[in-house]
């Protein structure tokens, strides 16, 4: 088994969606000993504090994935600015009850695929300023603000050559934090 386990959450349900297809594609570059596992947040439901003492199955199983993660990759869409409010429930379920988060000190880095020119830069930050707060230490460069187009995903589905080497850069840093950070 892989000595470091991550988490990855995708912060869009489309079944064609980039951001999973980066997931996926990331993941490819990244050392030995890391392996990368999608978390499923389509099921949740809709956050609601009344039912924090009796949470639905699917919210145990993403608490207890992260809980045994030792590092989280969030990427994500950008919607009208910002997150997808899916990925904000999904946070939002696993930092609950209060002074039960399961995110805390948990290392994470942050990337993101869009069709606007901007690169989802937006919603990065604002979730950047979530992770803050649930005090996960976030890799803070080199940023990855991607522009969807036909090459950046080479025909295996891994990264097209145009793209490698900044994000194979960025897949050293992250590991390296990762290691550097897990506890
Ligand atoms: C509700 C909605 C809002 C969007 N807002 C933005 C936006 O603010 N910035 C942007 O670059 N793209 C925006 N888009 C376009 C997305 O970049 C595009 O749908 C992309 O494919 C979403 O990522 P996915 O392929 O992983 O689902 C928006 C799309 C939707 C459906």
Known sequence: MSQYQIAVVVGSLRKDSFNRKLAGAIAKLAPPDFSFQQVQIGDLPLYNQDDDAGPAD?????????????????????????????????????S??????????????????????????????????????????????????????DELFDAAGGIGPASQKFLQKWMDRYAAWVKKHAA
């Open 96 to 149: 609950r009850p209060y002074g039960q988060s399961v995110w805390a000190g948990k290392p994470a880095g942050v990337l993101g695929v869009s069709v606007g020119a901007t690169g989802t830069s937006m919603a990065q930050q604002h979730l950047r300023n979530v992770l803050a707060y649930l005090d996960m230490p976030t890799l803070g460069q080199p940023e990855v603000f991607l522009l969807a187009k």
């Open 58 to 94: 699917s919210v145990k199983r993403l608490k207890r994935e992260i809980t045994d993660s030792q590092g989280v990759l969030f990427v994500t869409a950008e919607y009208n600015r910002s997150i997808p409010g899916v990925l904000k429930n999904a946070i939002d379920h696993a």
